[in-house]
C-alpha cells in the first residue's frame, strides 16, 4: 500500500491550496483517511480525519477554514484549506487506517508528505 500526497506549495497568507492523495496498491478496507502535519520542532499533529462513512473532525486552529473529503471507492482523499496563515506552514502528511486484505488487522499507512509554505 503507498500514498502519494501532492499540492503542497508556497503561498501568501490568505491564499489557498488543496492537498490530494492516492493510495495505490491492494487495500481491502479503509476505516477513515487524515491529514496530519508537522512542522519543524513540533510534533505531527492531526488536521483532519474523514471515516468511512464521512463522518469529519478537525483540529481547533482549522476549523472553519479547512474542509476534507474522501471518496473510498477511488482510495483518493482531499484536504481543502483556505484562508492560509504563517503558522499552518509544516509537512502534510495523508494517513489511512485501513486493511490490506480482509483477514488483516487495520494498519496506519502513511504517505511521504507534501511541504505547504505559508509567507506573511
Known amino acids: 500500500v503507498q500514498l502519494q500526497a501532492s499540492g503542497g506549495g508556497l503561498v501568501q497568507a490568505g491564499g489557498s491550496l488543496r492537498l490530494s492523495c492516492v493510495v495505490s496498491g491492494s487495500i481491502a478496507s479503509i476505516n477513515s483517511m487524515a491529514w496530519y502535519r508537522q512542522a519543524p520542532g513540533n510534533q505531527r499533529e492531526l488536521v483532519a480525519r474523514?471515516?468511512?462513512?464521512?463522518?469529519?473532525n478537525y483540529a481547533d486552529s482549522v476549523l472553519g477554514r479547512s474542509t476534507i473529503s474522501g471518496v473510498n471507492a477511488k482510495k483518493t482523499v482531499y484536504l481543502q484549506m483556505n484562508s492560509l496563515k504563517p503558522e499552518d506552514t509544516a509537512v502534510y502528511y495523508c494517513?489511512?487506517?485501513?486493511?490490506?486484505?480482509?483477514?488483516?488487522?487495520?494498519?496506519?499507512?502513511w504517505g511521504q508528505g507534501t511541504q505547504v509554505t505559508v509567507s506573511s
Open positions: 494517513t489511512i487506517y485501513g486493511s490490506a486484505r480482509k483477514t488483516s488487522p487495520l494498519t496506519n499507512y
Open positions: 474523514i471515516s468511512s462513512v464521512g463522518t469529519t
